[in-house]
């Protein structure tokens, strides 16, 4: 069984993502509205078709500015899924939107860089029941892979994976606390 990142070494799809995206520490308010639009649009499909899609879906979304995505109306979700570049689930774009929202709510207490960093470190289970009871369509698998994405959670890369070194030599979040933390 090969790993994820021996998959990405041979798949050019793939190959980007994996070393200059996942697993990287990230703060930027809308490519963490992106990032978490990516995971959404994810569920019950494969990531390859997400990553054929996603300079398609950052178009379509505006860049994923979170002002313009929360306020997108009737109009806006009907165009969305009216575009051929974006996976047309209106469920999924109407959660992304309510994210947006929600992301901008927590701009009171300093934003959603904040808030992750306010609630680090959690187990998987408890991210997860935090992330249902703030946002919308975040399944345990989802927020899970959000994590890793942004390096709040390890296990994007192999350790003996040269991005995993590069990754560890940024600090990231994950490195900063006891691993017995992510086992529970």
């Not at 050019?12 to 930027?28: A, K, N």
């Not at 187990?123 to 369509?137: A, C, E, I, P, Y």
Request: charged share 25%.
């Amino acid at each position: 069984m090969s790993t994820y990142c021996q998959y990405a070494a041979e798949n050019p799809v793939h190959r980007h993502y994996h070393d200059f995206d996942y697993g990287f520490p990230l703060e930027q308010e809308n490519l963490l509205l992106e990032r978490l639009a990516l995971e959404i649009f994810q569920a019950g499909l494969s990531w390859d078709l997400i990553l054929k899609k996603r300079a398609g879906i950052f178009k379509a979304f505006e860049g994923f500015d979170v002002d313009r995505v929360a306020g997108y109306g009737q109009g806006d979700t009907e165009r969305l899924l009216g575009n051929a570049d974006i996976i047309r689930n209106k469920l999924k774009v109407a959660a992304i939107i309510h994210n947006a929202n929600c992301m901008i709510t927590m701009r009171e207490q300093g934003g959603f860089t904040a808030w992750l960093a306010r609630h680090h470190p959690l187990n998987r289970q408890d991210w997860v029941k935090l992330f249902k009871k703030t946002f919308k369509f975040t399944g345990g698998e989802i927020v899970n892979e959000f994590l890793m994405s942004i390096a709040y959670l390890p296990g994007s890369h192999e350790p003996s994976c040269t991005v995993f070194k590069q990754i560890e030599k940024l600090d990231p979040p994950w490195a900063r606390v006891d691993p017995a933390i992510f086992t529970v």
